[in-house]
């Protein structure tokens, strides 16, 4: 079984590609921080690169830097040689994901669903 699930924010503002077989893909790192203080009292946050492809690659693309989302989707690696040495190139392939940031109206009042 490979699922992976997790939250934490983007990194950059996501930029969508068209490809030349009508498919669109996001490329973005999401920062997802530790359960656990370091050393310094603080936070440390791991940098997952993940892929967004078609209709998840649309709704990912209308976010920005900053946003927080939750993602549900797999681990691929890639093996690559590089100077005689091979190295292992992990990504998350996006299977579903929530912007956690969005707000919507309710019933035409100034209240706000977070």
């Known amino acids: 079984m490979n699922n992976t699930y997790f939250i934490g924010r983007l990194v950059t503002d996501p930029e969508l ?3 030349e077989n009508d498919k669109k893909v996001v490329n973005v790192t ?3 921080p530790r359960s656990y203080k370091n050393k310094d ?3 440390d946050a791991d940098f997952l690169d993940c892929t967004f492809w078609d209709h998840n690659a649309d709704y ?5 830097k900053g946003n927080k989302i939750a993602v549900q ?5 890639k093996l690559y040689e590089k100077d005689g040495k091979t190295f292992k190139d992990y990504k998350v392939v996006v299977d579903h994901c929530e912007n956690l940031d969005y707000v919507k109206e309710k019933d035409n ?4 669903d977070i």
């Open 73 to 77: 989707g797999r681990t691929e690696t």
């Open 41 to 43: 009292g603080e936070y």
């Open 30 to 32: 999401i920062a997802v």
């Open 109 to 112: 009042s100034n209240e706000m």
């Open 17 to 19: 590609k068209e490809l």
């Open 60 to 64: 990912v693309s209308k976010m920005e």
